[in-house]
């Protein structure tokens, strides 16, 4: 199954994830952590190929709108980042996540106001 995010809300906006990964993450809490796709408005980005029916995100826009929630915490960098829930990093933010729940072999993701 495939996770892709749409901006249907204007501003660049940058997404982080977190995914089940216990072949990757096994040693360090299962879960995989990725980010940032910049995405500008009306366009999409691919960013997860799962067998897992959740994932999780946050995603922050330029004009400082957010997308969080409770799930997580993670550790986002402010560049490119590949790495496991269970590594932190110092010079990382801490950051929830909301869940997305993955309905169909290509779902997206739709971030509006």
Not at 6 to 35: E, K
């Amino acid at each position: 199954m495939q996770l892709n995010f749409r901006n249907s809300y204007g501003p660049r906006i940058w997404v982080a994830i977190m995914f089940y990964d216990p072949s990757g993450c096994g040693a360090y809490g299962s879960w995989g952590t990725r980010g940032w796709w910049a995405i500008d408005y009306g366009a999409a980005a691919y960013v997860l190929n799962t067998n897992n029916r959740y994932a999780y995100y946050y995603a922050e826009a330029a004009d400082g709108a957010v997308w969080a929630g409770s799930y997580g915490p993670i550790y986002v960098p402010q560049t490119a980042f590949s790495s496991c829930l269970g590594i932190g990093q110092t010079n990382a933010r801490i950051v929830g996540l909301r869940e997305v729940y993955i309905a169909s072999d290509n779902h997206t993701v739709n971030l509006t106001p």
